[in-house]
């Protein structure tokens, strides 16, 4: 199993293939080219909520919140990023997969890993951080006993505030993803 965990990370100096050959670095730092992956190269795994391979998590957000929308662009726009999938869950082509209502993915913040555990609220935030590495030294604050759990308490005291913030958010110029008509 480690040697073909080795070889998976490995460059092995060949004509490039893919992502296949991406060093372990390259593919944290999100450097590849998501096209590259998407275009059915070797190695490339569908994903049932999305029609591309998978990524390491989907994080599913609300695109008709402003603040949102610019939490996911800030993500999306971080080295680690290319190995996030941003499922907007305010459109209804969304697909939400086994376990996630749309209720539910409208209230609050969810993550699927690629092994299919589906994580929400503050769990999902450590585990989107975990990629990221600027993001990083706060998931490993985060392992410390005891604080996910008031990272949690703190997520749930933002949420009856959120829409307020969405609406300070737009006027600072935040524009939400999908401006359509709401899922719910």
Same mark, same amino acid.
């Given at each position: ?24 670095? @390259?593919? @944290? ?41 610019? @939490?996911? @662009? ?10 996030? #999938? ?21 209230? #609050?913040?969810?993550? #699927? ?48 505030? #959120? ?22």
């Amino acid at each position: 199993m480690l040697d073909s965990t080795k070889r998976l990370f490995s460059h092995s100096g060949k004509a490039d293939e893919g992502p296949r050959n991406r060093s372990r670095r @390259e593919m @944290e730092r999100g450097s590849f080219d998501a096209r590259e992956v998407s275009s059915g190269s070797a190695g490339a795994v569908p994903d049932p909520v999305c029609d591309v391979p998978k990524a390491w998590a989907t994080l599913y957000y609300d695109g008709s919140c402003p603040l949102c929308t610019a @939490e996911m @662009e800030h993500y999306r726009s971080r080295k680690g990023g290319g190995r996030l #999938r941003f499922a907007d869950v305010s459109q209804k082509a969304t697909e939400l997969g086994p376990g996630l209502a749309a209720d539910a993915a409208m209230r #609050r913040f969810h993550v #699927r890993l690629a092994d299919g555990t589906l994580l929400s609220g503050a769990r999902a935030f450590v585990a989107i951080w975990q990629v990221l590495p600027g993001w990083r030294w706060i998931a490993r604050f985060a392992r410390f006993p005891g604080v996910t759990p008031i990272l949690e308490v703190a997520y749930r005291s933002f949420l009856p505030i #959120r829409p307020a913030l969405s609406i300070l958010a737009a006027r600072l110029g935040a524009k939400p993803a999908n401006r359509g008509e709401p899922r719910l």
